[in-house]
């Protein structure tokens, strides 16, 4: 069964940096697409970066220049980060790892959407105060 775990969130201030990690556990496979998305409350759930198998990314607008998306495969362990730097206040919201293992090639736009994505962890909170 696959199971996605985050782990780092947390409480800055405006312009600091936190870094989130996800870990893979039941899926020793190359996985074609993961993703880190978010969700403030009484908003959608919204892309925020991802990144295919060929190491291919895409961010959402707001946060290119800022945030770093990256993966490592040691142990046969799938690990991703979300490198976060310059937060902002906008930036405030539950943090969720996302998988999709065996989807096709998908362009930037579907990549950053949540519905294209079927396996997710429990949500790590970042918070970020002015």
């Known amino acids: 069964q696959v199971r996605l775990v985050e782990s780092g969130g947390g409480s800055v201030q405006s312009g600091g940096s936190l870094r989130l990690s996800c870990i893979v556990y039941?899926?020793?496979?190359?996985?074609?697409?993961m993703g880190w998305f978010r969700q403030a409350p009484g908003n959608e759930r919204e892309g925020v970066a991802v990144?295919?198998?060929?190491?291919?990314?895409?961010?959402e607008d707001s946060v290119k220049g800022r945030f770093t998306i990256s993966q490592d495969n040691a142990e046969n362990t799938t690990r991703l980060y979300l490198q976060m730097n310059s937060l902002k206040p906008e930036d405030t919201a539950m943090y969720f790892c996302?998988?999709?293992?065996?989807?096709?090639?998908?362009?930037?736009?579907?990549?950053?959407?949540?519905?294209?994505?079927?396996?997710w962890g429990q949500g790590t909170q970042v918070t970020v105060s002015s």
């Open positions: 990144l295919d198998s060929e190491g291919t990314t895409a961010y």
């Open positions: 996302a998988a999709n293992p065996l989807s096709g090639w998908m362009t930037s736009v579907q990549a950053l959407g949540a519905e294209s994505y079927n396996y």
């Open positions: 039941g899926y020793s496979y190359k996985i074609n697409y």
